[in-house]
């Protein structure tokens, strides 16, 4: 289920994080319920390395993401999200009374006494690493997240899921595992390894859908590239800046998860082909270099289709309200699907 701009629930998520955190950030939770409850949803993305306007201490009182809203309810809590998701599919919550409040134990389960302990420790390596304290406090952290693991393990024994069928409590467990993702700690139990490895398939993980996903090691499965090479007068460049700053927003309204616009600096003639021949650059011209990041192809597909839509009328993509500062004509652009990404 690509994310659908013009869906009903929205979350929210970073527009980038470190890579220690990518395929780690909570939202990941929420975008894998959505995706096995086969819900489209839109994406509010926040800019992780400046601060969150004030007024987003209204909808998430601490100031992380994700927060969800749908129509009048504004959420906030993976557990609560996850839960109210869970609540529009049998297959994530079951109906019958009982099956359906020991899901919910599972899942606050998963993050009250198992998450604090498998955060506690690997957040040693990943925020402190070389710390004298932390070197001394590492011991007793393993200690305690060993022993968790080692109690989830003897409560799976060979069972597939925590109950009879696949919940938001093996969602919420599994997201929780993938915390000591850098640690061979899970797979040291053979009935956790196998827990975590037949979730995959039935995650349906929003693999096409998340900025942080995108960033770990499945990348270049799963997003795609548009790429631009552009001729600009030269005396234009604030103005093709100024341009730029209006469109891309629509870009990442569409769903777009990083746009990059750059201006010519080292960019040399070719014996035979070269950035500026490749789009007739006359004396007066600089070569730019742009491309769009999207989550997946389906996406992408999506937004060009609503930019080219005739009935589409906002006026940033309006040439007479926001006219292009270059010969579009000269303009060479192609949609890529990445091959490697390290
Ligand atoms: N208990 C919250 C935790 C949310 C949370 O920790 N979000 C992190 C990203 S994974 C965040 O926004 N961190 C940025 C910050 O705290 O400033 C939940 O499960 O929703």
Request: a negative charge.
């Amino acid at each position: 289920m690509p994310i659908d701009p013009d869906a009903s629930i929205e979350i929210t998520a970073f527009d980038w994080v470190p890579p220690f955190a990518a395929g780690l950030v909570r939202d990941l939770r929420v975008r894998w319920a959505l995706e096995e409850a086969e819900l489209g949803y839109r994406t509010r993305l926040l800019d992780a390395r400046a601060p969150r306007p004030p007024e987003y201490l209204r909808e998430q009182p601490f100031d992380q993401v994700p927060s969800y809203r749908e129509g009048a309810l504004q959420l906030f809590e993976t557990g609560a999200i996850v839960q109210h998701v869970g609540e529009k599919d049998e297959r994530l919550l079951p109906r019958d009374a009982i099956g359906r409040a020991r899901a919910i134990q599972w899942t606050y389960a998963a993050l009250n006494s198992v998450e604090p302990a498998l955060q506690s420790f690997a957040s040693l390596d990943l925020f402190f690493a070389g710390e004298e304290w932390a070197r001394l406090r590492r011991p007793g952290a393993e200690e305690l997240a060993r022993l968790k693991l080692k109690r989830l393990s003897d409560w799976l024994g060979d069972r597939e899921w925590l109950e009879g069928s696949f919940t938001i409590g093996d969602l919420m467990m599994v997201s929780v595992l993938r915390i000591l993702r850098d640690t061979d700690l899970v797979e040291q139990h053979a009935s956790l390894a196998v827990y975590q490895a037949a979730a995959k398939p039935a995650r349906h993980f929003s693999a096409r859908s998340q900025r942080s996903w995108m960033i770990s090691r499945r990348r270049a499965e799963m997003s795609y590239v548009d790429g631009f090479v552009i001729a600009v007068p030269t005396a234009n460049k604030q103005k093709f800046i100024d341009h730029a700053n209006t469109a891309d927003v629509v870009f990442k309204e569409m769903g777009a998860i990083r746009i990059v616009e750059c201006w010519q600096d080292d960019v040399p003639d070719g014996k035979v082909t070269d950035f500026r021949r490749s789009v007739q650059a006359k004396e007066d011209e600089s070569v730019c270099f742009s491309w769009i990041e999207w989550p997946d192809k389906a996406t992408r597909d999506a937004a060009f289709a609503k930019m080219m839509d005739p009935n589409n009328t906002d006026p940033r993509m309006d040439p007479a309200n926001n006219p292009m500062p270059f010969d579009g004509k000269r303009m060479i652009f192609g949609g890529f699907a990445p091959v490697v990404d390290v």
